[in-house]
Nanobody, 127 residues
Framework: VQLQASGGGLVQAGDSLKPTCVVS?????????????VAWFRQGPGSDREFVGG????????WYSDDVRGRFACSRDNARNTVFLQMNSLKPEDTAVYLC????????????????WGQGTLVTVSS
């Protein structure tokens, strides 16, 4: 399974942004994309990778870190193999590289919970 995040950018505090994560793979005939849970993590300069939010395969359940709950929302379009992260009311402390990760079924908020990782997209929020 491969993941590719895009859609980051430079915005001002209070603005919104909606990065996307495209999920691809050669084994979707056996394990459709709807069987993979996808999560977003972020890593700021000099910081550890931290959990942001996740969504289950069918898209009916989401979970978030306390830092972003109520501001960020995960969604997905399995017909397009794409997962979204709607980020509202952005703050300078949200500045980081945002990465998407996937696992087969289940949920989780730890780096070790996820088996597949993509390269990230940089989000910079100016004050």
């Amino acid at each position: 399974v491969q993941l590719q995040a895009s859609g980051g950018g430079l915005v001002q505090a209070g603005d919104s942004l909606k990065p996307t994560c495209v999920v691809s793979g050669s084994d979707f005939s056996r394990w459709p994309v709807s069987t993979y849970s996808v999560a977003w993590f972020r890593q700021g300069p000099g910081s550890d990778r931290e959990f942001v939010g996740g969504i289950n395969g069918a898209g009916g359940r989401t979970w978030y870190s306390d830092d972003v709950r109520g501001r960020f929302a995960c969604s997905r379009d399995n017909a397009r193999n794409t997962v979204f992260l709607q980020m509202n009311s952005l703050k300078p402390e949200d500045t980081a590289v945002y990465l998407c990760a996937a696992k087969l079924r289940g949920s989780g908020s730890y780096v070790s919970d996820y088996d597949y990782w993509g390269q990230g997209t940089l989000v910079t929020v100016s004050s």
